[in-house]
């Protein structure tokens, strides 16, 4: 048999090492290849793939309908859908992803997925990593423009949302192959520097001297505001108490200072036509470049930025600041672009872009001539398509500045920047999400205070959830620092995970007892499902690493002389198999547990191709296994869908039906000490690694013991 035939095994399975994509992806190919025979003239047909219903398949193709639709009366010879549906099934080319097809309802093919590729795709990500598994998207660079909290002002619990969903989506792109900016569009430029500058030379007259010395001692700016307040309203104490009555806590929050300071001078603004004329005056001076006025918008700054950090650092998020002064240098040529395309016209002493369908337009300079919020925004847009060369633009804001972005996107299409229609490259996306509500249903803030402070927020989580670890004995059990990074970990991924877990665009209603349950969908829940998983793995005393590897070899990298198993030469496995291969599927060397699969695909009457794969270790016998392994596979068209649609509640469903598929399958089948343990040992191993490839991408430190 093997002499009067051409036996190919290396390279076909280098062909089939490349193959990339979701699981939808692989079967789209194989889709594509029967539709260019079905219907050889619908050429601009793309393959319809599915999920389906688990009683008929996994997946369903579903172009029988439409296609019939097109070619009815054209004089083709099928008489209905029905038929175009089987001839899509027939003529779909052999492959091992498939155990079985079917045929429902008006022309749908169901597929059913082979077991053994299940497993192999499984083992194959096992060794190589996850990234194997991670989706390619079309884009090469996206700017994500995320958190961008306003200087001065408090960073709030919106901009919480927006900072969590933003790295989110910043994570998942990554994970797609997309190299993104990630952009703090912190608006360090507004109107307002006017008015706290002025505010601050009136308070401190001696400024220069001050500055000077508080950034010589690093420590000192930290409470900058406080200690200048201290230094040089000696006599205003009376004053100083009542911006702060709360010194002590204040002063170790150098940011809540300057909210304070924010407040007062605002409230001086609006109170004195004289002050408010010299703010004014002011921005003008700060916008022309004037240098006492440049340094004191730069401490300004470097005061908000500090407090910023400290957030970010505290939720391990990756930022790049390009605040709206950044783009202020570009504004005048990117207007005199849109002036020249006929964009821009006057109205009421302000120059604007009418907008269709809109009541009132966008509004590019003032009626004083300064530039605004749109102004930034629209030469923000040309400089990351332009001078970045960023293809997806994407924009995490609250909902309510939807209107906004309307506006610049259709400005910018209409300027030629980017195509008409949502669906083609280069293309801007505004992620809107709802409000954050108290249990009051009101806009969430506390007792005391208006809006509630980001770290005040991150601290209570922590410390209820090293309670609730004390509770439970972990304080005799573990070190202090043990506890302390669990309490962490667990306490901000609890807050994390409330806020992504809906669909952002609905408001969410902040409560600590509810994010904090180890029951149902949470952060704590989900985190010590992980646990539990590694705790399984644990206790079976083996090295997972060692299972792994001895799980799969990848036999196509060897040729045939080298490859031995358990001692036995090739040669006289091939003369088995030969004898075997009229029954076709499967052999059991003995002497080991291997099992080897041999495919065997007849092409052409002249070509036989033998594929020989050890799939070993890892078996999916029980349908609760087989469950399991096609919801982990299902991984990477998971994040293709929260990524195309910026929803990273997809993922969040998709990691809470993991761990349900989990529990069902460690349930119903015995893992340590059983017969099947090494396969099921890799099954929980998979899960653990999916899981924490998900709580990354939320942005969530996985816990490993519980
Ligand atoms: N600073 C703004 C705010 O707090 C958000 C900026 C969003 N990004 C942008 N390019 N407009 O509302």
Redesign the pocket.
Known sequence: LFSATRVQTVSTMAADEEVVGTVKDQLAKLFEESLRVTVPDQTDTDPLIAACNPRFGDYQCNNAMSLWTKIKGTGSAFTGPQPVGQAIMTNLPRSEMIESCSIAGPGFVNVKLSRQWIAKSIQKMLIKGIETWSPKLRVKRAVV?FS???IAKEMHVG?LRSTIIGDTLARMLEFSNVEVLRRN???DWGTQFGMLIEFLFEKFPNMEVVSDQAIGDLEVSENLFRKLFICFCGHLFEYLYEIFPNMEVVSDQAIGDLEAFYKASKQRFDSDPGFKERAQQAVVSLQGGQEKYRKAWSQICEISRKGYEKVYQRLGIVLEEKGESFYNPYIPGVLEELSKKGLIEESEGARVIFIEGKKYPFIVVKSDGGFN?AST?LT?LWYRLNEEKAEWMI?V?DVG?REHFEMLFTAAKRAGWLPPGDNSYPKANHVGFGLVLGEDGKRFRTRSTEVVKLVDLLDEAKSRCKAALVDRGKAEEWTEEELEQTAEAVGYGAVKYADLKNNRLTNYTFNFDQMLNDQGNTAVYLLYAHARICSIIRKSGKDVEELKKSSFQDLSRLSLQDWTVGGDNLRRRLGMIALNLNSLTLMMVQKTSLIINVYLHIEKVSYIYILLYQTGALVLEHPNERALGLHLLQFAEIVEEACTNLLPNVLCEYLYSLSGHFTTFYTNCQVVGSEQETSRLLLCEATAEVMRKCFYLLGIRPVYKI
């Open positions: 423009d961008s909290p306003n901009h569009h912190v608006g919020y925004d923000a924009y804001t500045q």
